[in-house]
């Protein structure tokens, strides 16, 4: 069994191969040819969970392990850690273990970015980015690589941290122009830009009410049921799309606050062929998160194994 660090785990994944992994994985779900329970949330302390998702196809199956403790920075250590196991589907042999927050950070992106190439009425020149957080980071990086864009707005409560951000950012990825914004500018910024997409864990809606319909809007960081990126007039006047309807069922608080019809709501799966995704105003895009796409990355990193 070969052991990938973070470093070589996204070495693995480059996105060119990863997207079109997740579009047969999200058709395979679709088909039942993927079985993925809900994950398996077991509370550790008041303040820590194991996370256990498993994912099997006809060729690999999966399950990434995950431990989140919210107190860790205390002890300077990282709150969420663990890794995805792979193994042979009809033998059962263990072919790898890959960094799971890597995987995790690799393939949500790649869900966004699907999304996008499916949604988007056109492609994006520019990005305005809510949040300041490691999924924030690599939504930069992944917009930069698959579609070339290198202008980015960045809008964060925290101002300073917001500018750090940034500051920190440009620095990595040599070209990018990465500009702080107030959340007050959110809404021009998006207008401009044609996209905007929100990566926070936050209680109450980030993204502007009144966008244009010719915007898209993606919601990636609200996981629970407290949380909302969407407000509800946005989701009401829009069709919505989700990575995973069973999984956004139990934790997308924006629609589920909201009380959205769940009969609006379409997978991922059911647009990917473009027939009615330019019909109307430009759907919203949720995602949760689901096994699956820890599968699609696993096969894209088999090559290596």
């Known amino acids: 069994m070969k052991i990938f660090d973070a470093t070589r785990t996204a070495q693995a994944l480059p996105y060119a191969q990863l997207v079109p992994a997740v579009a047969r994985a999200a058709r395979e779900l679709a088909a039942g040819l993927i079985r993925a329970p809900e994950r398996q949330v077991v509370p550790i302390d008041g303040d820590s969970v194991l996370l256990s998702m498993p994912a099997i196809g006809s060729d690999l199956g999966v399950t990434k392990l995950i ?48 999304g996008i190439e499916t949604l988007a009425p056109r492609k994006p020149a520019s990005a305005v980015i809510i949040g300041s957080g490691i999924q924030a980071e690599a939504h930069i990086e992944a917009l930069s690589d698959y579609f070339g864009i290198r202008d980015f707005r960045v809008a964060g409560r925290n101002q300073e941290r917001t500018s750090e951000f940034c500051k920190r950012l440009s620095g990595r990825l040599p070209g990018i122009s990465a500009l702080p914004i107030d959340m007050a ?43 909302a990126e969407f407000p509800p007039e946005l989701l009401h006047r829009r069709r919505i799309v989700v990575d995973d309807i069973d999984g956004a069922r139990h934790e997308a608080g924006d629609l589920l606050q909201a009380g959205i019809d769940w009969n609006r709501v379409t997978p991922i799966a059911g647009n990917l062929e473009r027939k009615d995704a330019t019909e109307g105003s430009v759907p919203v895009f949720k995602t949760v998160g689901q096994a699956a796409w820890d599968l699609a990355a696993a096969r894209v990193a088999s090559i290596l194994f």
């Open 67 to 114: 431990t989140v403790h919210a107190r860790n920075g205390a002890h300077g250590l990282p709150a969420i850690q663990g890794e995805v196991i792979v193994f042979d589907t009809a033998t059962g042999l263990r072919r790898a273990l890959l960094h799971g927050p890597t995987v995790t950070a690799r393939r949500t992106a790649a869900v966004t970015l699907l």
């Open 185 to 227: 500018a959110v809404l021009p910024a998006a207008e401009q830009a044609g996209l905007v997409i929100a990566l926070t864990t936050s209680r109450s809606p980030v993204i502007p009410a009144d966008l244009p319909p010719d915007v898209l809007a993606v919601g990636v960081g609200a996981f629970k049921p407290d949380m």
